[in-house]
């Protein structure tokens, strides 16, 4: 299973992809450190959109 981890800062969204949960928990209290704010981690499901429902404004993946 696929693990999506969301994350902002000032200026913009990361939306990052890891294999395991373990992993990905990792790496969210990662971005926390270094200062991202509302960062989650979700379990990627097919077909749902995720950057539409982090923020109403425009998208920006990195």
Avoid: C
């Avoid at 696929?2 to 928990?25: F, H, P």
């Avoid at 790496?27 to 539409?52: I, S």
């Amino acid at each position: 299973m696929t693990y999506l981890i969301l994350a902002r800062d000032g200026t913009s969204q990361i939306v990052l992809k890891r294999d395991s949960e373990d992993a990905a928990e990792k790496k969210a209290r990662e971005l926390k450190e270094m200062g991202w704010f509302e960062v989650e981690v979700r379990e990627d499901k097919p077909g749902h959109p995720v950057t539409a429902t982090v923020t109403d404004r425009p998208n920006t993946l990195q």
